[in-house]
């Protein structure tokens, strides 16, 4: 069965900093990836997705993740956080069917 | 603004009720996905509409349905509620069937149950 590892639950950068969230799946085939943000309060909004090709994607946001087969990483990316990152993370894995597998995502504390 | 709406915000109730969530798609889209949120699962999928039938089940206990209808609307129907049912319920719309178009979330309904 598909599933998605979110190793941090917790992470705490400064503002203007570089950002690196993890994302681990477990699935058979190429799956569909996906990288949600969810502020407080609000639904979750897509940042980014893969589906094939370049294993670089770029979302909105300045975000981007790099899609790693080897190591089945699907990480998330931003070279300098504002304050207004500051949300919940989920990274999202399905195949070409129905519904998203979401790890339990990563709440992103950002400091002055 | 994601364009899918949801009532009500909030939902307080107490145990053994029913209550109906309810949740209009973004014009034109035909999937109507439900997500459970809860700290101790974290989110999950519980079921898929497309066009009017159910197309997909996940996670979803035999106490909760949902139904479509044909103005693409959708309601979850939560009954004989526990307090373990306190959550945020998520409705998501998408305009095929599969994964390859976005899925835009609502703001979500929390439920309380006391």
């Known amino acids: 069965a598909q599933s998605v590892t979110q190793p941090d639950i917790h992470i705490t950068v400064s503002e203007g900093a570089s950002l690196e969230l993890r994302c681990n799946y477990s699935?058979?085939?190429?799956?569909?990836l996906f990288w949600y943000v969810q502020s407080p309060g609000q639904g979750l909004q897509l940042l980014l997705k893969?589906?094939?090709?370049?294993?670089l994607v770029q979302g909105i946001k300045g975000f981007e993740a790099e899609f790693k087969r080897s190591q089945s990483s699907f990480n998330l990316r931003k070279p300098s956080v504002h304050w207004s990152d500051a949300a919940e993370y989920f990274c999202?894995?399905?195949?070409?069917?129905?519904?998203?597998?979401f790890g339990k995502g990563t709440s992103l504390l950002v400091t002055p | 603004d994601s364009g899918v709406t949801q009532t009500p915000k909030h939902l307080i109730t107490a145990t053994g009720q029913r209550v109906t969530l309810r949740c209009s798609p973004r014009?034109?889209?035909?999937?109507v996905y439900w997500y459970q949120q809860s700290l101790d699962q974290g989110l999950q999928f519980l079921i898929q509409?497309?066009?009017?039938?159910?197309?997909a089940k996940g996670n979803i206990l035999e106490r909760f349905s949902a139904q479509q209808f044909p103005d693409l609307h959708s309601e979850l129907n939560l009954s004989s509620l526990e307090l373990g049912d306190s959550a945020l319920y998520f409705c998501?719309?998408?305009?095929?069937?599969?994964?390859?178009?976005?899925?835009?979330f609502g703001p979500g309904t929390r439920l309380t149950v006391t």
């Open positions: 998501a719309s998408s305009p095929t069937k599969g994964l390859t178009l976005e899925q835009y």
């Open positions: 699935y058979g085939a190429t799956p569909y």
């Open positions: 893969y589906f094939s090709g370049d294993t």
């Open positions: 999202a894995v399905g195949n070409s069917g129905y519904a998203l597998n």
């Open positions: 014009s034109g889209d035909l999937s």
């Open positions: 509409y497309y066009n009017g039938e159910e197309r």
